[in-house]
């Protein structure tokens, strides 16, 4: 089975602080994604790379880096976090070459006060 | 614009009735479908997926859904809903080509009462 797995389940973190959200997948694909998830809202794309030190924005960009320099991890940066990046995180992984089924992990619940 | 419409927020069902939760998307190209759910506090779990062939498609849990691509619908249904099952259930639509990602309706949140 394919396994995607976050760093934190759950996070506090304070207005300003830099904060990195790691994933990492067991399953050798080719492309993952970070999305955030807020009621009402559902899911919206932040980032995604379909390669190892490639990037594309998503929806939502603003306030937030990614970093893929091996393939099995791509970490979500927030460089100066602020309250309304309170969310719950979610990483997913896919193989190529295409939007095939993505496979996620359980989430990261990030409160920043 | 590629978008899903995932119509009903919210669903109660009894325990033991049948269930069929709508989505209709918008895409350009030959699409690929698929239905995801979570569970509280959980990440999103694939429940079945449509790439080409037979337009109902069999998922886990007891999941089927049907592609009717006159009605530009993916429709999920089970015949006999369990208080498990209670949930966010999440449409989403894709193609095959390389850069691109997924895209997801908002979400239906399924209830069950006993």
């Known amino acids: 089975d394919v396994k995607v797995t976050q760093s934190s389940r759950y996070l506090v973190k304070r207005t300003g602080e830099k904060v990195f959200l790691e994933c990492v997948q067991d399953m050798d694909h080719e492309n993952m994604f970070w999305y955030r998830q807020d009621p009402g809202l559902g899911l919206r794309l932040i980032y995604f790379?379909?390669?190892?030190?490639?990037?594309e924005k998503g929806d939502i960009p603003e306030g937030y880096s990614v970093s893929r320099e091996k393939k099995e991890r791509f970490s979500l940066i927030l460089e100066s976090a602020s309250t309304n990046q309170t969310s719950m995180y979610l990483c997913?992984?896919?193989?190529?070459?295409?939007?095939?089924?993505?496979?996620f992990g359980p989430g990261t619940r990030l409160t920043v006060t | 614009a590629q978008s899903v419409t995932q119509p009903d927020i919210h669903i109660t069902v009894s325990e033991g009735a049948s269930l069929e939760l709508r989505c209709n998307y918008s895409y350009g190209a030959t699409p690929y479908l698929f239905w995801y759910v979570q569970s509280p506090g959980q990440g999103l779990q694939l429940l079945l997926k449509y790439f080409s062939g037979d337009t109902l498609v069999q998922g886990i849990k007891g999941f089927e859904a049907e592609f009717k691509r006159s009605q530009s619908s993916f429709n999920l249904r089970k015949p006999s809903v369990h208080w498990s099952d209670a949930a966010e259930y999440f449409c989403a639509v894709g193609a095959n080509q390389a850069g691109t990602a997924l895209i997801f309706g908002k979400g239906t949140t399924l209830s069950v009462s006993s």
């Open positions: 997913a992984s896919s193989s190529s070459p295409g939007a095939y089924e993505q496979y």
């Open positions: 790379s379909y390669d190892v030190k490639m990037k």
